[in-house]
């Protein structure tokens, strides 16, 4: 399970999605940093995207498993994606609250890349087996 390197993947994406952004804030206004944590929306999204990734890992047997859930995955953090971008655009950028957008905001997309790096894995995988039935 873990010596496979979509599982790397996937490790490196709960990584980025679900513990960096405790520690790294979304933005920065003149009120303080804001973490994902001040946003119900946010912590949901994080903590399904985080769970499904799980979920992902632990059907290492089940390869087209794997396959979808890393799919559906990957549109969760689109949403995600989606809203911390909508977000930041709507953020007063005026010298009444001065506002710094933070890198956070750009991990989704980082587990995004990563997500598909695994699935590309999983795939090749796929074909692996397949090319080998072929043969007995």
Same mark, same amino acid.
């Given at each position: *399970?873990?010596?496979?390197?979509?599982?790397?993947?996937?490790? !490196?994406? %709960?990584?980025? %999605?679900?513990? !960096?952004?405790?520690?790294?804030?979304?933005?920065?206004?003149?009120? &303080?940093?804001?973490?994902? *944590?001040?946003?119900?929306?946010? +912590?949901?999204?994080? &903590?399904?995207?985080? +769970?499904?990734?799980?979920?992902? %890992? !632990?059907?290492?047997?089940?390869?087209?498993?794997?396959?979808?859930?890393?799919?559906?995955?990957?549109?969760?953090?689109?949403? !995600?994606? #989606?809203?911390?971008?909508?977000?930041?655009?709507?953020?007063?950028?005026?010298?009444?609250?001065?506002?710094?957008?933070? %890198? #956070?905001?750009?991990?989704?997309?980082?587990?995004?890349?990563?997500?598909?790096?695994?699935?590309?894995?999983?795939?090749?995988?796929?074909?692996?087996?397949?090319?080998?039935?072929?043969?007995?």
């Amino acid at each position: *399970m873990i010596q496979r390197i979509q599982t790397l993947y996937m490790l !490196l994406a %709960i990584l980025l %999605i679900g513990v !960096l952004p405790f520690f790294i804030p979304l933005w920065n206004t003149s009120a &303080g940093p804001f973490y994902f *944590m001040q946003d119900k929306v946010y +912590t949901a999204l994080i &903590g399904l995207s985080v +769970t499904v990734l799980l979920l992902s %890992i !632990l059907f290492y047997k089940k390869r087209q498993h794997q396959f979808v859930l890393n799919r559906l995955n990957m549109i969760i953090t689109l949403i !995600l994606l #989606g809203l911390f971008v909508y977000r930041s655009l709507t953020l007063s950028g005026g010298t009444a609250a001065v506002s710094e957008k933070g %890198i #956070g905001i750009y991990l989704p997309l980082i587990s995004i890349v990563l997500l598909a790096l695994a699935n590309k894995a999983i795939k090749k995988d796929e074909e692996l087996v397949k090319s080998v039935d072929r043969l007995r």
